[in-house]
């Protein structure tokens, strides 16, 4: 099935180093919505460059309704949009059993990290792709 090789690709890009605005479609660094949209082209999903783009597509799907390969989408600050929507500014792919797969500023590489706690708290919306 796609999901498991979407997330196979992923975590077989685990430890490659976080550089902000990364150039799309290259595996030497990533930041979150590269690391995303890379992982889903290489098995033949598109999907925008950014975070904010990614939350665009896709089914929304209700927190307690979350599967393995849902899209988790965060604010990473504390400002709202026009319609009083916080901002979007990272994006990771849920792994189960409360685990998070992505990459960001202050883990500084690809990384599997617990959802509960600080990333629950951040979580603005869930997209299923696939």
Known sequence: ????????????????????NATA?????????SFI???????????????RQQFTVGEKVAF??????????????????RKGIEKIGHVAIYLGNDKILH???QGKKVKITQLSGYWQ??????????
């Not at 796609?2 to 902000?20: A, H, S, V, W």
């Not at 949209?37 to 975070?51: D, K, T």
């Open 64 to 81: 307690k309704n979350i599967q393995i390969g849902d899209l988790l989408f965060f604010t990473t600050i504390k400002r709202k949009n």
């Open 37 to 51: 949209q890379y992982i889903f082209y290489v098995n033949g999903v598109a999907l925008p460059r950014n975070s």
């Open 121 to 130: 708290k951040k979580l603005v919306g869930v997209k299923r792709i696939l």
């Open 103 to 105: 990459t960001f500023r």
């Open 1 to 20: 099935m796609t999901i498991e090789r979407i997330i196979q690709t992923g975590l077989n890009n685990l430890g490659k180093p976080y550089l902000f």
């Open 25 to 33: 479609f290259q595996t030497a660094a990533f930041d979150c919505s």
